[in-house]
């Protein structure tokens, strides 16, 4: 496996344990995220410290067992592609929410350039409301 895909791998694995250092490894200054246009976090943040504002902060605090399962990791070498499950339970309406997503990654030597998700927005707005 290349690289990138040990790197993307051990982001999943942060994901998993709830270590956001290991989360943020492959994250630069300049490192793109974009959120989908009509997920609750919809845009692109760029940097570790917009990511982790803009998104991971806010999952924290309006999700309850927030978790992402991948079931499959596809290495491109330059680009990586992550397919799984999220899942979770929003706290302010009690409501279970469970989509499948896709994860695109574009990578240069071990850094990630930017992120791009893909999901099923409906379902997690049905669970927020």
């Not at 943040?45 to 806010?58: E, L, W």
């Not at 399962?69 to 680009?79: A, F, P, Q, R, S």
């Not at 929003?90 to 999901?119: I, L, N, P, Y």
């Amino acid at each position: 496996m290349s690289r990138n895909y040990e790197v993307i791998k051990a982001h999943y694995a942060g994901s998993d344990t709830k270590d956001l250092a290991a989360m943020m490894a492959p994250v630069t200054d300049r490192t793109a995220w974009t959120e989908m246009a009509g997920f609750p976090y919809a845009g692109t943040y760029v940097g570790a410290d917009a990511i982790i504002s803009g998104v991971f902060k806010r999952i924290g605090e309006e999700w309850e067992g927030y978790a992402l399962k991948v079931d499959k990791l596809v290495d491109g070498d330059t680009t990586i592609v992550g397919i799984g499950t999220y899942s979770g339970i929003f706290r302010k309406t009690g409501k279970a929410m469970s989509a499948r997503v896709v994860h695109v990654w574009e990578m240069q030597d071990g850094k990630a350039v930017s992120f791009e998700q893909f999901t099923d927005t409906k379902l997690v707005a049905a669970a927020m409301g």
